[in-house]
């Protein structure tokens, strides 16, 4: 007799435990998704013209912008160029 109380005490146990690792997994589950699907944020703004562009990584329209970021060419006037893309002469 005392067997089977105790053999449904563990059965018991193990029905707690099955739904508690379902609950768990659920919210690991959820976690993911959300990170996932949220992504960075403030990811994209936009410019001044009204355009998305990617936060951080704005669109390079002039020579100034051009030279911040990529190496200006000893040349007369001085020119800018981006790789595998426009280039930029500086205005006097």
Same mark, same amino acid.
């Given at each position: ?5 105790i053999?449904? $005490?563990?059965?018991?146990?193990? #029905?707690k435990?099955?739904w508690? &690792?379902?609950?768990?997994g659920i919210?690991i589950?959820?976690?993911?998704v959300?990170?996932?699907v949220?992504? $960075?944020?403030d990811?994209w703004? #936009?410019?001044?013209?009204?355009? &998305?562009v990617k936060h951080g990584?704005?669109?390079?329209q002039?020579?100034?912008s051009c ?5 200006v ?5 001085e020119?800018c160029s ?11």
């Amino acid at each position: 007799m005392a067997s089977s109380c105790i053999d449904r $005490e563990i059965i018991e146990m193990a #029905k707690k435990y099955k739904w508690l &690792w379902i609950e768990l997994g659920i919210i690991i589950v959820l976690a993911v998704v959300l990170v996932l699907v949220r992504g $960075e944020e403030d990811t994209w703004i #936009k410019d001044k013209n009204g355009e &998305w562009v990617k936060h951080g990584n704005p669109r390079i329209q002039d020579f100034e912008s051009c030279a911040k970021k990529y190496p200006v060419q000893e040349t007369y006037p001085e020119r800018c160029s981006i790789p595998n893309g426009p280039t930029f002469t500086k205005e006097y």
